[in-house]
């Protein structure tokens, strides 16, 4: 399966901490985007880093990319219970779009 | 921004019939779409990748006599979902991609598919 895998599956915080997740894949890419879903409902895009980027930042998100391990992570700084859903990355190599298993996050006031 | 919508929202039917699910992107053209089931706290998995005015690519094990995609023009594609058995009862979305160098797709905000 070309399923990229995240972890930690589940994650709890309190309120006001930063959340990591981390993004493995296993063949090279072109791109890799993190997206965010409310349970039920669709996804919205949080960022895009290209391969050559290592870094890229977007308000309270930090992602990283480390295309030698095939790995990206994902930081969000001072959680709010908003933030509460669930994360994936996806990984785009050609005209191919895989997502990871996906992060589900639980921030608590 | 990019929009894609997707219809219906939600559908039950009964096992054994056919259902269209639409998938729109209403203010660009969408060289290429791309059809997702997503079960219940699962990821997305990628069912088949969609060219305009071409036949659909599958993913393996997705089966596409079973899952007719129609991808007519640049900004409407289809998912069939035929002959449906409650196994099939999932979320589908869609997501849709202009052409050039912009990588970034376009989701739509799904479809849930129940069949009883």
């Known amino acids: 399966s070309q399923q990229g895998e995240e972890d930690p599956q589940a994650l709890s915080i309190q309120e006001g901490e930063n959340a990591t997740m981390n993004c493995s894949y296993k063949t090279s890419i072109n791109n890799l985007q993190w997206y965010r879903q409310n349970s039920g409902r669709g996804l919205v895009h949080l960022i895009l880093i290209r391969s050559n980027e290592r870094e890229k930042h977007s308000g309270r998100l930090r992602v990283t990319l480390d295309t030698s391990k095939k790995s990206s992570s994902l930081l969000i700084t001072a959680s709010r219970a908003a933030d509460t859903a669930s994360y994936f990355c996806?990984?785009?190599?050609?005209?191919?779009?895989?997502f990871g298993t996906g992060t589900s996050l639980t921030v608590i006031p | 921004g990019a929009v894609v919508s997707q219809h219906p929202s939600w559908v039950i039917c009964k096992s054994g019939t056919s259902v269209k699910i639409e998938c729109r992107s209403l203010d660009f053209q969408a060289t290429t779409m791309f059809w997702y089931r997503q079960f219940p706290k699962q990821s997305l998995m990628l069912m088949a990748t969609?060219?305009?005015?071409?036949?659909?690519?599958?993913e393996q094990g997705v089966e596409k006599d079973k899952f007719l995609i129609n991808h007519a023009s640049l900004t409407l594609s289809t998912l069939t979902v035929t002959s449906a058995h409650p196994e099939d009862s999932s979320f589908y979305i869609c997501?849709?991609?202009?052409?050039?160098?912009?990588?970034?797709?376009?989701f739509g905000p799904g479809t849930r598919l129940t069949v009883t």
């Open positions: 969609s060219n305009e005015g071409s036949k659909a690519t599958y």
């Open positions: 997501s849709a991609r202009g052409g050039g160098l912009n990588y970034e797709q376009y």
């Open positions: 996806a990984t785009h190599t050609g005209n191919q779009f895989y």
